[in-house]
């Protein structure tokens, strides 16, 4: 595969986890047979996936006595042939996470499950990802190593540090570029739109219980470049709105 090849596969996958919001998760039980469960996820600022887990879930016994997984993401199963369609399986090891960083970003994803967060039998769990198998149709499987897939701490850190003044900045001042975003760039219908995350790969968009993702066409990583992409965006969905208008 050559190096650009190499890329677009990169970004093509890193595209499709950092949009799903839900995936299929395979663990092994105490007699190693295989257990497949739906779970919801979100994703760190690297790209790594992040649940939340009850005590009690058949999956996390199993992840209790054997932390191995994998996890399955797709955009396959609306087609008239999924065979067709892009699907990632991320593999690794799920274990308990202490980051109140991955807390804050899961609940901002699924904010519903805000209800039950707080019991004392769940607990946020994230999979250290250790490779990926990208399928993005017939004929097109890679394999991908969690350093190319995965997004360099030298990248994400400064997002880290700044995500919550963006994010607190663009609801509270911007609504109206958010909800430009929405509309003119992702067609989206509705007012009132609200930023819940931003990552060096976009920005996660909300309103009521519809989601939204829109992504960036290179990574971000501080709060100026965070800021120079987010207002080149609005630019772009004003011209976008105009030509629309136009039509």
């Not at 609306?78 to 892009?86: I, V």
Request: proline letters at 3%; a positive charge.
């Amino acid at each position: 595969m050559s190096a650009i090849a190499a890329v677009d596969v990169v970004h093509e996958a890193r595209r499709l986890l950092r949009r799903s919001r839900s995936g299929a998760l395979a663990t092994r039980d105490g007699a190693g047979t295989p257990y497949a469960s739906l779970v919801t996820v979100a994703w760190d600022l690297d790209a790594s996936p992040v649940f939340l887990f009850s005590d009690l879930a058949e999956h996390t016994r199993n992840l209790n006595a054997d932390p191995r997984a994998s996890l399955l993401v797709e955009s396959a199963s609306g087609r008239t042939n999924p065979q067709t369609g892009p699907r990632l399986t991320l593999v690794g090891r799920i274990a308990v996470s202490d980051q109140a960083r991955q807390r804050t970003r899961f609940l901002a994803r699924h904010p519903d499950a805000a209800v039950y967060a707080g019991f004392a039998d769940f607990n946020v769990h994230a999979m250290k990802v250790e490779k990926a198998h990208w399928v993005g149709g017939f004929a097109r499987a890679h394999w991908i190593s969690a350093r190319r897939l995965m997004v360099q701490k030298a990248t994400w850190q400064g997002v880290a540090d700044c995500e919550n003044r963006v994010v607190d900045h663009m609801n509270a001042d911007h609504g109206d570029a958010i909800d430009l975003y929405a509309q003119a760039l992702l067609g989206r219908r509705g007012t009132g739109w609200r930023m819940t995350g931003i990552d060096p790969d976009g920005v996660d968009l909300a309103l009521h219980r519809r989601h939204a993702r829109l992504d960036f066409d290179s990574s971000v990583n501080d709060a100026a470049s965070c800021r120079e992409r987010l207002v080149a965006l609005v630019e772009t969905a004003r011209s976008a709105g105009k030509q629309v208008s136009h039509k």
